[in-house]
């Protein structure tokens, strides 16, 4: 199954940022994004269609799976060949007083917070409380 573009999750929530966290989540979590980088780590360098092979997936699904984790910066293309460019990624998620979500490529932290926080307009703010706002006016 293909990832859900960042285009077309901001259609369907009407909010650019949720968009942005959906997708990011989507990609660093899927299981075939996880195998196929999986696949990268272990043969260092690889083609689409030797990791493709790897991981017993069509091409061009490995291909979406490699540019979606290429926009985050977590693996790169050079004349055909992938290779992974951060020594460390990571999900986090944490309960407090709110629920939290963090992700992290080499480093570069991008933290969510989800809960009962508002934004400026009293608005839901977060990956989850504006996921379970837009949920609510869907039903």
């Known amino acids: 199954m293909a990832l859900p573009s960042h285009a077309e999750l901001a259609r369907l929530f009407d909010d650019e940022a949720l968009a942005r966290e959906a997708h990011a989540a989507e990609v660093l979590v899927?299981?075939?994004?996880?195998?196929?980088?999986?696949?990268?780590?272990?043969?260092?360098?690889?083609?689409?269609?030797?990791?493709?092979?790897?991981?017993?997936?069509?091409?061009?699904?490995?291909?979406?799976?490699?540019?979606?984790?290429?926009?985050?910066?977590?693996?790169?293309?050079?004349?055909?060949?992938?290779?992974?460019?951060?020594?460390?990624?990571q999900l986090s998620v944490e309960l407090d007083e709110e629920l939290r979500v963090f992700h992290a490529v080499d480093g570069d932290v991008d933290e969510v917070s989800g809960g009962e926080p508002k934004s400026s307009e009293g608005e839901p703010s977060g990956l989850f409380a504006r996921m379970k706002a837009w949920l609510s006016t869907v039903r």
């Open 30 to 89: 899927s299981w075939p994004s996880l195998r196929v980088l999986a696949a990268l780590c272990e043969a260092g360098e690889a083609s689409t269609g030797e990791l493709a092979r790897a991981v017993n997936m069509d091409m061009g699904e490995v291909r979406d799976h490699l540019d979606a984790l290429a926009e985050l910066g977590v693996v790169a293309e050079s004349d055909g060949v992938w290779a992974v460019t951060s020594e460390q990624v």
